[in-house]
């Protein structure tokens, strides 16, 4: 009676060919997540920011979270946020919260994800701070 394949010792795994490894190395934009590409592009657009107006980014905090929370208060309209401010209080500093699936839906190319990731961090700062966006972001376009 012949040894099935399985059997063997020196089997790795099902057609025997030995240890199976990845075909791209992690380096490589392969392994690249959607979450990793938005998380990038925000701290991208942060820095460039940051640059600009040091001591007013350096009291905001930023997160990116996937979903707005699914109940809004009740003096919330119902649309779907892109993003939201926190004022600071209680020793609390003030927080920018970014929300990537509806803003990777509203999206259609990388370049307009970077555009509306940049409209809404400029966006909830003039709203924290009582700014003009144009005063934050002197490239700002008012037509977003």
Known sequence: ?????????????????GIRRPVFGARLPRYRTATGYFDNQV???VERLKRAWPSLLNRVEFAVEDVPPSHPLAWEHYSVALSQNFPAAHGIPARIALYRKPIEAR???KLELQLIIREQIVQQLSNLYG??????????????
């Open 131 to 144: 700014l003009s966006p144009k005063s934050i972001d002197p490239t700002w376009n008012d037509e977003f």
């Open 1 to 17: 009676m012949s040894n099935l394949p399985w059997d063997n010792s020196t089997y790795r795994n099902r057609h025997g060919r």
């Open 43 to 45: 701290l991208a657009q």
């Open 107 to 109: 999206a259609h190319h």
